[in-house]
């Protein structure tokens, strides 16, 4: 019996430890929430570093919930000014600027050859959900252009760049938007076509205010700005700013 | 040291319900029941809310219809592999709902097993609401089955037999003996395959994508509006912790209330025949 009561108060010890995030100086433990489009260029540039991919909105949204982030990357201004603006983010630099594109399966099984091409009766098209950078840049684009007609023929918002690319890579979409260098990280599977206009596209990146690991934080941002990083991103098919 | 124990299984039985309540109560303080009203009656909200509804009712009536008979085949025919089938027919249950997802896709994508001799007739079924009913039969289909054949295992045998030599056919007597016997269960049963569909989330976004008014359930909606209006997704989130309630009320009070009324059905089923 005695024991079991133990066994109970131990229990108790534990389970009101769990939550406390003990502070740490080690580079390892450094998290970066990411745009989905970064996942390949920075999963190469820092391998040992924890990463967040999804959409920008969604990080954006996890931040101010309070999620332990020590960097903040997104694929647009819009999060970050807006982070910035209430406190959760210190001042977004931009790192990397990119290029939408439409893609269609290797095989091109709509015959899609141009922006035109995606209107066409039984197209089926997939696209970012309203608010996730890609999906925004996307509705601007075709408003630019004249071509809001493609907006009938989306069969699924996706809530972030990976979402977009996977319907097309497997064939079940006729073709998506996504970023160039999206197109460049799926290789075959998938073929580019530029578009008549191009949306200002850039990436910012900022120390999260919160943040526990402030010097690795710091790092990180100096590795991506730095010589490597903007190696690292040309690479990728990023542009540079 | 009794009072030791007695304590420490208090505190865990307190520490267990707060863990388990407090988010759902968290969720009905986060907005006030005039925003959470607001919320519901946005489009979006009121789109999902009809996308799960239609496609929650057909895969339900594929469901009942396919499943009832399957599971009085498998309760009551004894032959080799029987147990094999009973566990693979369950596999879905615990199987993670990416792999569902995923799964789906192999079988009905444009590349699929079967997606290729669809796609040569023209028949796609990724990205349509047909994949939503699709993933939800696929994910809620065994709860019912499972708790069908234990419904129907669960019906005295003797009482088939009567059934039988009174000159009653097998169909009669499924549909006059077992069916009436075995209610309850299948009430139960169908709750909770009705649970498991409303909540599918993983298979559905992965096989159906996400459309407002077409494809995007429920969960689906949630996620979807988390940044661009969290109250909306609250206020789905709040209307499913009441949807999930009523289910469960329904499979608690479903028995006690069908126990009472078989028993007047065993009495007249026999005698009943003309």
């Not at chain 1, 991919?53 to 332990?68: K, M, W």
């Not at chain 1, 206009?197 to 991506?224: C, M, R």
Request: proline share 5%; with cysteine.
């Amino acid at each position: 019996m005695r024991r079991l009561g133990w066994l109970f108060a131990a229990a108790l010890i534990v389970a009101s430890c769990g939550g406390g995030d003990a502070p740490s100086d080690e580079p390892e433990a450094l998290t970066v929430f990411a745009a989905a489009s970064l996942t390949e260029v920075f999963q190469e540039l820092a391998p040992n570093v924890t990463f967040n991919f999804a959409g920008s909105d969604e990080l954006a949204t996890q931040i101010r919930e309070g999620a332990s982030a020590d960097v903040y990357a997104a694929a647009g201004p819009r999060y970050p000014e807006e982070l910035a603006a209430q406190g959760f983010l210190e001042a977004p630099q931009v790192f990397a600027t990119n290029r939408l594109v439409v893609v269609v399966p290797a095989d091109n099984p709509a015959g899609i050859e141009s922006v035109d091409d995606l209107a066409a009766d039984g197209v089926r098209v997939v696209i970012g959900a309203e608010g996730v950078p890609v999906g925004d840049y996307t509705r601007s684009v075709l408003e630019t252009t004249g071509a809001e007609d493609v907006l009938d023929n989306v069969v699924s918002n996706e809530e972030d760049v990976k979402g977009v690319a996977g319907k097309v890579v497997s064939g079940d979409a006729d073709a998506g938007f996504v970023y160039i260098t999206d197109a460049t990280a799926a290789g075959d599977d998938l073929r580019a076509i530029e578009l008549p206009a191009q949306p200002l596209i850039e990436y910012p990146i900022g120390i999260v205010t919160a943040s526990e690991n402030y010097h690795a934080a710091e790092g990180f941002v100096e590795l991506v700005l730095g010589e490597e990083g903007r190696q690292a991103l040309r690479a990728a098919g990023f542009g540079l700013p | 040291m009794r009072r030791a124990f007695e304590l420490g299984l208090a505190v865990a039985t307190g520490l267990a319900l707060a863990f388990l309540l407090l988010p759902m109560l968290a969720l009905f303080l986060r907005i006030s029941p005039a925003e959470l009203l607001d919320a519901l009656t946005s489009e979006v909200a009121l789109d999902a809310l009809w996308v799960s509804l239609k496609t929650g009712l057909i895969a339900h009536a594929f469901v009942l219809l396919v499943g009832t008979p399957a599971a009085y085949f498998l309760a009551t025919k004894r032959f080799r592999g029987r147990g094999v089938l009973v566990t693979l027919v369950e596999l879905p249950l615990v199987l993670p709902p990416a792999v569902a997802g995923i799964a789906l896709l192999a079988l009905f994508g444009r590349r699929g097993l079967l997606g290729e001799t669809l796609d040569a007739f023209g028949i796609q079924i990724p990205l349509t609401q047909a994949a939503v009913v699709l993933a939800v039969v696929f994910v809620a289909a065994p709860f019912y089955i499972r708790q069908a054949i234990a419904s129907f295992e669960g019906v005295d045998p003797a009482l088939i037999d009567a059934s039988r030599t009174l000159g009653a056919s097998p169909a009669r007597t499924f549909r006059r003996v077992a069916l009436p016997l075995a209610s309850s269960g299948l009430g139960a049963g169908s709750a909770l395959a009705w649970a498991r569909g409303t909540g599918e989330f993983g298979a559905t976004i992965m096989f159906a994508g996400s459309l407002q008014g077409v494809t995007q359930t429920m969960p689906l909606a949630i996620y979807a509006q988390l940044d661009l209006d969290p109250d909306v997704a609250i206020a789905i989130g709040a209307l499913l912790v009441l949807v999930s309630l009523t289910v469960l009320l329904a499979v608690k009070l479903l028995p006690s209330w069908t126990r009472f009324t078989s028993a007047s059905l065993i009495r007249s089923a026999p005698s009943g025949s003309s």
